[in-house]
């Protein structure tokens, strides 16, 4: 397999003399100069990102930087390299780790298989633990003379898939067993997950083997992120819950034992006389999270008057008025 070689100091803007901290910040840089968030439907910003971080992911460890630099003068920018024999199709681990490069390019895998770093030691020579080079699917075969000095192969693993579980609240509060429809590349598939309570909206619920498949490997896994849904009632403040509370003047003025809405039904509480509109009830533990650590429910009062007044309510209203010393002004 013949494939372009990749500057990745070049990519990053960096001398090969470069420091790890230099590294880092050059791509720190870059990154949200072309991340896609901030380049929306921007193709080309979005492979200068996937190239950014293919750079970074080889440049900022110490073992991976190690083999790409053992490239050398040899290749330049632009130049295309073969693999020696036997090097296709093979993927490496070092020292029992694994990476998975699935998204990178092909430069990426061919030198480095779809797996690296941990230990140290030459990529084209030398002992890794004794172990030698293997052939995925080929029963452990040795390739004859060891010639990348103990490297191991390991099967390609498939990619790991993302998607959206949106949740109502009350299911995030009762939590338990869902069944979710996901979208695979063979078709649509049906699959059971459980949801702990309270769980945080951004959390996510990992299910290992259901990611996209990878012929004569393992699959990659599916993660599935939270996201609430609208409420009509509740609006979400981290384990907080908060809703407005309607009251009658009356009510506000003289006190009154209200039902408040929470996500497990209504509780009776007693609003005390006097209370204005904005004044915040809290009801501990009736918010979100796991059962020891709920959060708390914020009941808002907000006064209602009625749209529409009949002539004896006009009357006592007038009343009202007339005899009160109160000023709401005042």
């Known amino acids: 397999m013949s494939v372009s070689y990749k500057d990745y100091y070049k990519l990053l803007g960096v001398e090969r003399t470069a420091k790890t901290e230099d590294i880092s910040k050059a791509y720190k840089k870059l990154a ?29 460890d110490p073992e991976k930087r190690k083999l790409y630099d053992q490239l050398g003068p040899n290749w330049q920018h632009g130049q295309q390299f073969q693999g020696e ?26 030198l480095f298989g779809g797996a690296a770093g941990g230990q140290s030691g030459n990529p084209f020579g030398g002992s890794f633990g004794g172990q030698s080079a293997r052939q995925p699917g080929g029963r452990g075969a040795q390739f004859g003379p060891d010639p990348f000095g103990g490297f191991s192969a390991r099967p390609r693993r498939g990619r790991d898939v993302e998607a959206e579980l949106p949740l109502t609240l009350e299911e995030v509060q009762k939590g338990g067993s869902r069944t979710v429809s996901i979208q695979g590349p063979q078709g649509p ?23 996209d498949p990878a012929p004569g490997g393992t699959p990659g ?18 384990e907080n819950l908060q809703c407005d509370l309607a009251l009658a003047p009356w009510e506000a003025a003289l006190g009154a034992r209200v039902e408040v809405p929470t996500l497990e039904g209504h509780v009776e509480m007693q609003i005390p006389a006097g209370s204005s509109s904005g004044r915040k009830f809290r009801l501990r533990g009736k918010g979100l999270g796991a059962v020891d650590k709920r959060g708390d429910l914020l009941a808002r009062v907000m006064i209602k008057t009625p749209a529409q007044l009949s002539d004896a309510e006009r009357e006592l209203w007038q009343k009202l008025a007339d005899t009160s010393a109160f000023k709401a002004r005042a």
Do not use: C, M, W
Request: aromatic share 12%.
């Open 189 to 211: 598939k049906t699959l059971e997950v459980n949801v702990p309570s309270g769980i945080r909206e951004g959390a996510k619920l990992r299910l290992a083997g259901q990611g």
């Open 85 to 110: 024999p036997g090097f296709e199709n093979v993927h490496f681990t070092f020292g029992g780790k694994s990476f998975d490069g699935s998204g990178f390019s092909d430069f990426f895998e061919t």
């Open 221 to 238: 896994d599916l993660f599935l992120r939270v996201r609430y849904l609208p409420h009509n009632t509740f609006k979400v403040d981290g």
């Open 32 to 60: 949200r100069k072309y991340h896609p968030d901030l380049n929306p439907g921007d193709k080309q910003a979005e492979d200068k990102f996937k190239e950014i971080n293919e750079a970074h992911e080889v440049l900022k």
